[in-house]
Protein backbone atom coordinates (compact mmCIF):
# COMPACT_ATOMS: atom_id res chain seq x y z
CA UNK A 1 0.00 0.00 0.00
CA UNK A 2 1.30 3.25 -0.88
CA UNK A 3 1.53 6.18 1.79
CA UNK A 4 0.92 9.77 1.22
CA UNK A 5 3.91 11.28 -0.45
CA UNK A 6 3.56 15.38 0.80
CA UNK A 7 6.25 17.00 0.08
CA UNK A 8 7.73 19.99 0.71
CA UNK A 9 6.72 21.83 -2.74
CA UNK A 10 3.95 23.81 -3.61
CA UNK A 11 2.86 26.37 -6.24
CA UNK A 12 5.60 29.06 -6.16
CA UNK A 13 5.38 30.96 -9.31
CA UNK A 14 2.07 30.27 -10.92
CA UNK A 15 -1.34 29.84 -8.54
CA UNK A 16 -3.63 26.72 -10.24
CA UNK A 17 -6.94 27.40 -9.61
CA UNK A 18 -9.29 24.11 -9.00
CA UNK A 19 -11.01 23.95 -12.20
CA UNK A 20 -14.15 22.67 -10.48
CA UNK A 21 -15.77 24.43 -7.13
CA UNK A 22 -15.88 23.17 -3.80
CA UNK A 23 -18.66 20.56 -4.47
CA UNK A 24 -17.19 16.76 -5.28
CA UNK A 25 -18.80 15.37 -8.07
CA UNK A 26 -17.81 11.29 -7.54
CA UNK A 27 -17.28 10.83 -11.14
CA UNK A 28 -14.63 10.14 -13.34
CA UNK A 29 -13.46 11.39 -17.03
CA UNK A 30 -15.85 14.16 -17.23
CA UNK A 31 -18.89 11.13 -16.94
CA UNK A 32 -18.34 10.66 -20.77
CA UNK A 33 -19.89 6.84 -20.96
CA UNK A 34 -17.44 6.06 -23.71
CA UNK A 35 -14.21 7.96 -22.16
CA UNK A 36 -15.33 5.70 -19.17
CA UNK A 37 -15.74 2.41 -20.89
CA UNK A 38 -12.44 3.03 -22.67
CA UNK A 39 -10.97 3.44 -19.12
CA UNK A 40 -12.53 0.76 -17.88
CA UNK A 41 -11.01 -1.88 -20.79
CA UNK A 42 -7.20 -0.01 -19.97
CA UNK A 43 -7.44 -0.21 -16.44
CA UNK A 44 -8.50 -4.09 -17.16
CA UNK A 45 -4.86 -4.17 -18.51
CA UNK A 46 -2.73 -2.23 -15.89
CA UNK A 47 -1.61 -2.63 -12.59
CA UNK A 48 -0.69 1.09 -12.15
CA UNK A 49 -2.86 4.30 -12.44
CA UNK A 50 -0.91 7.94 -13.20
CA UNK A 51 -2.65 10.99 -13.29
CA UNK A 52 -0.85 14.99 -13.68
CA UNK A 53 -3.35 16.96 -12.63
CA UNK A 54 -5.55 15.79 -9.59
CA UNK A 55 -7.84 18.76 -9.10
CA UNK A 56 -10.15 18.03 -6.84
CA UNK A 57 -9.56 14.54 -6.96
CA UNK A 58 -12.49 13.12 -9.14
CA UNK A 59 -10.92 11.32 -11.84
CA UNK A 60 -8.63 9.56 -8.98
CA UNK A 61 -11.75 8.54 -6.74
CA UNK A 62 -13.23 7.20 -9.39
CA UNK A 63 -10.52 5.25 -10.52
CA UNK A 64 -9.53 4.34 -7.01
CA UNK A 65 -12.43 3.36 -5.97
CA UNK A 66 -13.59 1.03 -9.26
CA UNK A 67 -10.23 -0.48 -9.92
CA UNK A 68 -8.88 -1.33 -6.56
CA UNK A 69 -5.89 -3.89 -8.28
CA UNK A 70 -4.74 -0.37 -9.20
CA UNK A 71 -1.78 1.46 -7.82
CA UNK A 72 -2.94 4.74 -8.39
CA UNK A 73 -0.22 8.07 -8.21
CA UNK A 74 -1.31 11.37 -9.05
CA UNK A 75 0.02 15.08 -8.78
CA UNK A 76 -1.58 18.49 -7.95
CA UNK A 77 0.30 21.81 -7.12
CA UNK A 78 -2.62 23.99 -6.42
CA UNK A 79 -3.01 23.28 -2.56
CA UNK A 80 -6.76 24.26 -1.90
CA UNK A 81 -7.36 21.88 -4.81
CA UNK A 82 -4.66 19.29 -3.37
CA UNK A 83 -6.52 19.11 0.07
CA UNK A 84 -9.73 18.62 -1.67
CA UNK A 85 -8.32 15.73 -3.59
CA UNK A 86 -6.54 14.74 -0.07
CA UNK A 87 -9.74 14.72 1.54
CA UNK A 88 -12.13 12.82 -1.72
CA UNK A 89 -9.71 9.95 -2.54
CA UNK A 90 -7.39 9.81 0.18
CA UNK A 91 -9.87 7.07 1.94
CA UNK A 92 -8.79 4.97 -0.49
CA UNK A 93 -5.32 2.48 0.36
CA UNK A 94 -4.48 2.53 -3.13
CA UNK A 95 -3.75 6.13 -3.45
CA UNK A 96 -0.47 8.23 -3.34
CA UNK A 97 -1.22 11.94 -3.67
CA UNK A 98 1.75 14.12 -4.47
CA UNK A 99 1.44 17.86 -3.79
CA UNK A 100 3.80 19.57 -6.45
CA UNK A 101 3.69 20.35 -10.37
CA UNK A 102 3.97 17.71 -12.68
CA UNK A 103 7.44 18.14 -13.34
CA UNK A 104 8.50 17.33 -9.40
CA UNK A 105 6.10 14.58 -9.43
CA UNK A 106 7.89 12.46 -12.44
CA UNK A 107 11.53 13.43 -10.66
CA UNK A 108 9.72 11.89 -7.76
CA UNK A 109 8.48 8.43 -9.95
CA UNK A 110 12.31 8.38 -11.10
CA UNK A 111 13.59 8.52 -7.84
CA UNK A 112 11.34 6.48 -5.77
CA UNK A 113 8.98 4.73 -7.78
CA UNK A 114 11.58 3.49 -10.73
CA UNK A 115 9.52 -0.22 -9.82
CA UNK A 116 6.53 0.63 -11.78
CA UNK A 117 8.20 1.54 -15.33
CA UNK A 118 8.16 -2.49 -15.98
CA UNK A 119 4.40 -2.37 -15.04
CA UNK A 120 1.92 -2.85 -17.39
CA UNK A 121 0.74 1.36 -17.01
CA UNK A 122 -2.53 3.34 -17.41
CA UNK A 123 -1.90 7.46 -18.00
CA UNK A 124 -4.20 10.53 -17.60
CA UNK A 125 -2.38 13.54 -18.96
CA UNK A 126 -4.46 16.55 -17.52
CA UNK A 127 -2.05 19.07 -16.38
CA UNK A 128 -2.53 21.63 -18.97
CA UNK A 129 -4.75 25.23 -19.03
CA UNK A 130 -4.45 28.39 -19.36
CA UNK A 131 -1.98 31.00 -18.34
CA UNK A 132 1.15 28.90 -18.08
CA UNK A 133 3.65 26.74 -19.94
CA UNK A 134 2.23 23.34 -20.00
CA UNK A 135 4.48 20.00 -18.73
CA UNK A 136 2.77 17.66 -21.53
CA UNK A 137 5.94 17.43 -23.56
CA UNK A 138 8.31 16.42 -21.02
CA UNK A 139 5.61 14.15 -19.15
CA UNK A 140 5.19 11.85 -22.40
CA UNK A 141 9.12 12.32 -23.20
CA UNK A 142 9.46 10.52 -19.36
CA UNK A 143 6.96 8.26 -20.54
CA UNK A 144 8.03 7.16 -23.53
CA UNK A 145 11.86 6.93 -22.65
CA UNK A 146 10.97 5.42 -19.08
CA UNK A 147 8.19 2.56 -19.60
CA UNK A 148 8.60 -0.19 -21.71
CA UNK A 149 4.95 -0.12 -22.83
CA UNK A 150 1.77 2.29 -21.31
CA UNK A 151 -1.69 3.44 -22.59
CA UNK A 152 -1.35 7.29 -22.67
CA UNK A 153 -4.60 8.87 -22.59
CA UNK A 154 -4.23 12.94 -22.79
CA UNK A 155 -7.13 15.26 -21.91
CA UNK A 156 -8.64 18.58 -23.60
CA UNK A 157 -6.95 16.64 -26.74
CA UNK A 158 -7.58 18.38 -30.34
CA UNK A 159 -9.71 15.75 -32.63
CA UNK A 160 -8.88 16.65 -36.09
CA UNK A 161 -11.79 17.92 -38.00
CA UNK A 162 -14.39 17.61 -34.89
CA UNK A 163 -14.80 21.40 -33.58
CA UNK A 164 -17.40 20.23 -31.00
CA UNK A 165 -14.82 18.75 -28.84
CA UNK A 166 -13.79 21.39 -27.04
CA UNK A 167 -9.72 21.50 -26.37
CA UNK A 168 -7.27 23.63 -24.21
CA UNK A 169 -5.20 26.39 -26.28
CA UNK A 170 -2.78 29.03 -24.97
CA UNK A 171 -0.94 31.50 -26.80
CA UNK A 172 1.30 28.86 -29.23
CA UNK A 173 0.45 26.20 -27.36
CA UNK A 174 -2.27 23.58 -28.59
CA UNK A 175 -3.54 20.65 -26.52
CA UNK A 176 -2.83 18.10 -29.85
CA UNK A 177 -1.00 15.57 -31.42
CA UNK A 178 1.22 18.32 -33.80
CA UNK A 179 2.12 20.14 -30.33
CA UNK A 180 3.34 16.88 -28.95
CA UNK A 181 4.53 14.65 -31.74
CA UNK A 182 7.84 15.32 -31.50
CA UNK A 183 8.36 14.79 -27.48
CA UNK A 184 7.79 10.90 -28.18
CA UNK A 185 10.94 8.44 -28.56
CA UNK A 186 11.93 7.78 -31.99
CA UNK A 187 12.74 4.80 -30.59
CA UNK A 188 9.27 3.29 -30.05
CA UNK A 189 6.36 2.36 -32.19
CA UNK A 190 2.75 4.17 -31.49
CA UNK A 191 -0.69 4.01 -32.12
CA UNK A 192 -2.72 6.99 -31.70
CA UNK A 193 -6.92 6.90 -31.48
CA UNK A 194 -9.39 9.75 -31.37
CA UNK A 195 -13.47 9.81 -30.84
CA UNK A 196 -15.84 9.78 -33.47
CA UNK A 197 -18.80 9.61 -31.11
CA UNK A 198 -21.17 12.62 -31.65
CA UNK A 199 -23.66 12.53 -28.87
CA UNK A 200 -22.63 13.76 -25.45
CA UNK A 201 -23.59 11.06 -22.62
CA UNK A 202 -21.69 13.54 -19.49
CA UNK A 203 -24.73 15.29 -17.54
CA UNK A 204 -22.05 17.71 -16.10
CA UNK A 205 -19.69 18.48 -18.86
CA UNK A 206 -19.34 19.18 -22.82
CA UNK A 207 -17.95 17.19 -25.11
CA UNK A 208 -14.16 17.19 -24.56
CA UNK A 209 -11.46 16.11 -26.80
CA UNK A 210 -9.08 13.26 -25.69
CA UNK A 211 -6.64 11.27 -27.47
CA UNK A 212 -5.38 7.80 -26.41
CA UNK A 213 -1.06 6.68 -27.48
CA UNK A 214 -0.84 3.31 -27.36
CA UNK A 215 2.79 2.59 -26.29
CA UNK A 216 4.78 -1.05 -26.57
CA UNK A 217 1.08 -2.87 -27.16
CA UNK A 218 0.88 -3.65 -30.68
CA UNK A 219 -1.79 -6.27 -30.44
CA UNK A 220 -3.99 -3.62 -28.83
CA UNK A 221 -7.51 -3.37 -30.30
CA UNK A 222 -10.72 -1.07 -30.34
CA UNK A 223 -12.85 -2.73 -27.53
CA UNK A 224 -15.84 -4.09 -28.79
CA UNK A 225 -18.42 -1.36 -27.02
CA UNK A 226 -16.25 1.16 -28.99
CA UNK A 227 -16.60 -0.33 -32.23
CA UNK A 228 -17.64 2.58 -34.26
CA UNK A 229 -16.89 5.09 -31.20
CA UNK A 230 -13.58 5.67 -31.58
CA UNK A 231 -10.46 5.77 -34.34
CA UNK A 232 -7.28 4.70 -35.18
CA UNK A 233 -5.55 7.46 -36.40
CA UNK A 234 -1.59 6.45 -36.55
Known amino acids: MFGWLKNKFFPSTRRLPPRMTSQFINLGFHGDEYLMSLAEHLAGKCKVFV ?35 SSNAGKYGNVSLFNGVSQEFIQHLLDHQAGIFSQPSFFWLDAHGYGFEWPLKNELEFITSRFDA ?14 DFKYDIYQEQICSY ?4 DALNPRKTYQLYYPTYKDKTSKHHPLCGWGLLVVGHDDFQIPEPLVGKMERAL
Open 150 to 163: AYILIDDFQVPGRD
Open 51 to 85: ETGSNVGSTLAYVAKNYPWLRCLSCEPDRSAFEQA
Open 178 to 181: DFVK
